[in-house]
């Protein structure tokens, strides 16, 4: 039975953003999947169009400012309001995972990261925040990851210890920062945001290398994406536990 909630995922042709499209569905959600690649959508609606309600497609690069502002105005129109946001584009451009290179990442991966992972995860939030709020228990979720935690990585004793790819790891704080301000912001609306370290799991982005399958993975994304009103707001969060920021 539908639960009539509406989510967008971003970045949710493959991976864990479409892993989280799967189990929301499972759930009753409406899920509406997006990626800059309309054809991969397409795709996926083709072997997988939803559990409860048809899967919606939009296709979205986070980085255009007229993608965002298109697809906020077909939400509008369409559904009249969106409960669950899951910004989990993103990406890693600088190479090997086990490095500081902090001396020499270069400002054109610098620009491409946070491009990404940051300013347009904030624009397409942004623009969306009107019909977020016409939600009666909004979601914000930022896909996030523990190389943003400022507390791991000064801690020269931790697992994580040698994995410094300067710009992801910086961008993925910033997302944090972001979680952390606007959860504060929209403190008086039914708005809850939340940061999810998904784990280290095995995708394009995590290799074949990371412990954890896909299904495990989307689980703290869906978990945020669901929480009640008592539910954490303004939170670090994997599988149920609050992580250091």
């Not at 990442?105 to 347009?120: C, G, M, P, R, W």
């Amino acid at each position: 039975m539908s639960n009539d909630r509406i989510a967008l995922i971003t970045g949710s042709n493959r991976g864990i953003g479409l892993e989280a499209a799967k189990q929301l569905s499972n759930q009753g959600v409406k899920v509406i999947l997006s990626g800059r690649d309309k054809a991969k959508l397409e795709a996926v609606q083709a072997t997988w169009n939803g559990e409860v309600a048809p899967i919606d497609i939009i296709e979205l690069d986070i980085t255009k400012a007229e993608d965002r502002a298109r697809a906020a105005q077909k939400i509008a129109e369409q559904y009249g309001r969106l409960d669950i946001l899951v910004n989990n584009a993103g990406v890693i451009v600088e190479g090997e995972w086990g490095q500081n290179n902090s001396e020499t990442v270069s400002q054109e991966d610098l620009n491409t990261t946070f491009s990404i992972n940051v300013f347009a995860q904030i624009g397409l939030t942004q623009d969306l925040l009107p019909v977020l709020k016409k939600s009666k228990a909004g979601r914000i979720v930022n896909v996030s990851s523990i190389l943003g935690s400022l507390a791991v990585n000064a801690d020269q004793n931790s697992s994580w210890s040698a994995v410094k790819p300067f710009a992801y790891n910086a961008s993925k704080a910033a997302l944090n920062m972001f979680t952390v301000s606007l959860s504060q912001s929209l403190a008086d609306t039914g708005i809850k945001v939340n940061s999810a370290h998904p784990g280290w799991v095995k995708t394009d982005l995590g290799t074949s290398a990371a412990p954890m399958d896909v299904t495990e993975g989307a689980r703290t994304v869906v978990e945020l994406a669901l929480i009640d009103s008592d539910g954490p707001n303004g939170q670090f969060i994997h599988l149920g536990e609050e992580q250091p920021w």
